[in-house]
């Protein structure tokens, strides 16, 4: 695939490098998140997949190489601008506010500032079928108000919004991740191991929604080890081992390859 290809919502590394301990763990990575598709990233256990999130996010400054978005260069520009601009995360290590509430959580990432032209389930400030009170004339904190409504109800979500964070059990917090990062209506949304502490209905949920989250526009990167779950939501894969990409491709002929298989 060519990851170099730029365009319209297209979140692009060309050439990535980052160094950590002197060791380069991720090395000269060319990857395309491209609008309206879930796009897999899946390798073995240290190949590098969470430093590469970490680089395309804006948590870590690459080394080397570059990351473009909608063609502009955004290798230098932090985390928060990247947020505005439209990118945004979940982590491996769910990283919620345990003292808030499920809402207040959710609230984070919808005062974010909506870039234009946003896509996203949310973007119309309520769930597909909600609410959501079209044009964009609604006061700020209306529309901040809507677009919470809408991501918790999306993720299953509404009947825990008062219940502090910090009580809740782990699969339910990546829920909770999830709805703060589709709050910001995102144009590209970095998935991080969404499936770890999910039960079978919760990932079949998330699957739901992510197939959505893309369907209506934005690009979505799923880290994940859960080959069930990529093959039934990626189109393309990126496979990564010792910081490069082995090989890339429609998710078919990317999940048969041999090299691929022996991986795990
Ligand atoms: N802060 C750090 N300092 C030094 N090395 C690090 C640091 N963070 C990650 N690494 C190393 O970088 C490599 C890539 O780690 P990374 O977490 O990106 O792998 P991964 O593909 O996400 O693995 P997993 O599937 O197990 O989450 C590993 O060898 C890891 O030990």
């Given at each position: 695939m060519n990851g170099g290809r730029t365009g319209p919502g297209l979140l692009a590394g060309r050439g990535v490098l980052r160094r950590l301990g002197g060791v380069a763990v991720v090395d000269g990575v060319d990857l395309a998140v491209r609008p309206g598709r879930v796009t897999a990233l899946v390798g073995p256990n240290g190949a590098g997949k969470s430093v590469l999130l970490d680089c395309l996010s804006g948590l870590a400054r690459p080394d080397g190489g570059r990351i473009l978005l909608d063609e502009r260069d955004i290798t230098r520009a932090p985390c928060h601008r990247r947020a505005r601009l439209g990118v945004a995360r979940t982590f491996q290590q769910v990283a919620v506010?345990?003292?808030?509430?499920v809402a207040e959580n959710v609230q984070v990432g919808a005062e974010q500032p909506r870039p234009t032209g946003a896509g996203g389930t949310m973007a119309g400030g309520g769930p597909p079928g909600g609410d959501a009170v079209p044009g964009?004339?609604?006061?700020a904190a209306v529309a901040v108000r809507q677009r919470v409504a809408g991501s918790l109800h999306l993720l299953g979500l509404t009947p825990l919004a008062a219940r502090p964070a910090g009580d809740l059990p782990l699969g339910v917090l990546r829920l909770v991740e999830l709805a703060r990062a589709l709050a910001g209506s995102p144009r590209v949304l970095l998935v991080d191991e969404v499936s770890v502490g999910l039960d079978a209905g919760q990932v079949a949920w998330v699957a739901r929604v992510l197939a959505l989250v893309a369907r209506e526009g934005a690009g979505v990167l799923l880290v994940e080890h859960d080959l069930g779950l990529v093959s039934r939501l990626a189109e393309l894969a990126y496979v990564l081992d010792g910081g490069r990409v082995v090989t890339a491709g429609p998710i078919e002929r990317v999940l048969s390859d041999q090299r691929v298989r022996r991986l795990w």
């Amino acid at each position: 695939m060519n990851g170099g290809r730029t365009g319209p919502g297209l979140l692009a590394g060309r050439g990535v490098l980052r160094r950590l301990g002197g060791v380069a763990v991720v090395d000269g990575v060319d990857l395309a998140v491209r609008p309206g598709r879930v796009t897999a990233l899946v390798g073995p256990n240290g190949a590098g997949k969470s430093v590469l999130l970490d680089c395309l996010s804006g948590l870590a400054r690459p080394d080397g190489g570059r990351i473009l978005l909608d063609e502009r260069d955004i290798t230098r520009a932090p985390c928060h601008r990247r947020a505005r601009l439209g990118v945004a995360r979940t982590f491996q290590q769910v990283a919620v506010f345990p003292e808030l509430t499920v809402a207040e959580n959710v609230q984070v990432g919808a005062e974010q500032p909506r870039p234009t032209g946003a896509g996203g389930t949310m973007a119309g400030g309520g769930p597909p079928g909600g609410d959501a009170v079209p044009g964009a004339a609604v006061p700020a904190a209306v529309a901040v108000r809507q677009r919470v409504a809408g991501s918790l109800h999306l993720l299953g979500l509404t009947p825990l919004a008062a219940r502090p964070a910090g009580d809740l059990p782990l699969g339910v917090l990546r829920l909770v991740e999830l709805a703060r990062a589709l709050a910001g209506s995102p144009r590209v949304l970095l998935v991080d191991e969404v499936s770890v502490g999910l039960d079978a209905g919760q990932v079949a949920w998330v699957a739901r929604v992510l197939a959505l989250v893309a369907r209506e526009g934005a690009g979505v990167l799923l880290v994940e080890h859960d080959l069930g779950l990529v093959s039934r939501l990626a189109e393309l894969a990126y496979v990564l081992d010792g910081g490069r990409v082995v090989t890339a491709g429609p998710i078919e002929r990317v999940l048969s390859d041999q090299r691929v298989r022996r991986l795990w």
